[in-house]
Nanobody
């Protein structure tokens, strides 16, 4: 019923920037949280950033470099990624906590971000 689609990933040199987008669609009554996780091989999925009506949260590794935002529909979120480092290389997954009949967490398929050295 609910689908999330990410875009904006790619290859960038250290110090460069990328902007990720995620759009939610389907039988949505409301979305309370949207955000981004990332995962590299052999590691657990890491929460990067999230946004609610109450504010934003970031992992320490990206504070000051990444900015999460959400449009007025609350169905699209963006992750502006500046001053990228090789250690930012990962698959980035969008997620949303969505009310259809009950609140559930939905995930996008992921988008690859590669910061080459």
């Amino acid at each position: 019923q609910v689908h999330l689609v990410e875009s904006g990933g790619g290859l960038v040199q250290p110090g460069g920037s990328l902007r990720l987008s995620c759009v939610a669609s389907g039988s949505i009554r409301s979305i309370s949280v949207m955000g981004w996780y990332r995962q590299t091989p052999g590691e657990q999925r890491e929460l990067v950033a999230s946004i609610t009506d109450g504010g934003t949260n970031y992992t320490d590794a990206v504070k000051g470099r990444f900015t999460i935002s959400r449009d007025s529909t609350k169905k699209t979120t963006y992750l502006q990624m500046n001053s990228l480092k090789p250690e930012d290389t990962a698959v980035y997954y969008c997620y949303a906590y969505v009310l259809v009949h009950i609140y559930r967490t939905y995930w996008g398929p992921g988008t690859q971000v590669t910061v080459s050295s």
